[in-house]
């Protein structure tokens, strides 16, 4: 079966960290770029980081950038986000997807999707 899983979200105080994992099963994730998005109730998904397949090339959202590291463990079929310094608005369900034919920047605009996982809640409160 072909599928991303993700994992490590949950409850974390203002200022805390979390760490999430995207995991594949059934392909390869490094013939993939693959993103992170993230979506409340409401409002529309948004694209968080994405790393490219070849290269590791990043891009981040502005509201994130310096707080959140994208990054990917090819041995384990698995990408990462590590979320630092996290804030109320950071709460939300996060997404990964993978495209293997897109471009980092296509990626993140959520162009040339193959596969979404079924998501994970972070939530920023005290």
């Known amino acids: 079966q072909l599928q991303l899983v993700e994992s490590g979200g949950g409850l974390v105080q203002p200022g805390g960290s979390l760490r999430l994992s995207c995991k594949a099963s059934g392909f390869n994730l490094d013939d993939y770029a693959v993103g992170w998005f993230r979506q409340v109730p409401g409002k529309e998904r948004e694209g968080v980081s994405c790393?490219?397949?070849?290269?590791?090339?990043?891009e981040y959202a502005d509201s994130v950038k310096g707080r959140f590291t994208i990054s990917r463990d090819n041995a384990k079929n698995t990408v990462y986000l590590q979320m630092n310094i996290l804030k109320p608005e950071d709460t939300a369900i996060y997404y990964c997807?993978?495209?293997?034919?897109?471009?980092?920047?296509?990626?993140?605009?959520?162009?040339?999707?193959?596969?979404w996982g079924q998501g994970t809640q972070v939530t920023v409160s005290s």
């Open positions: 790393i490219s397949k070849f290269d590791d090339y990043t």
């Open positions: 997807a993978s495209g293997a034919l897109g471009t980092v920047q296509a990626i993140c605009s959520m162009i040339g999707i193959d596969y």
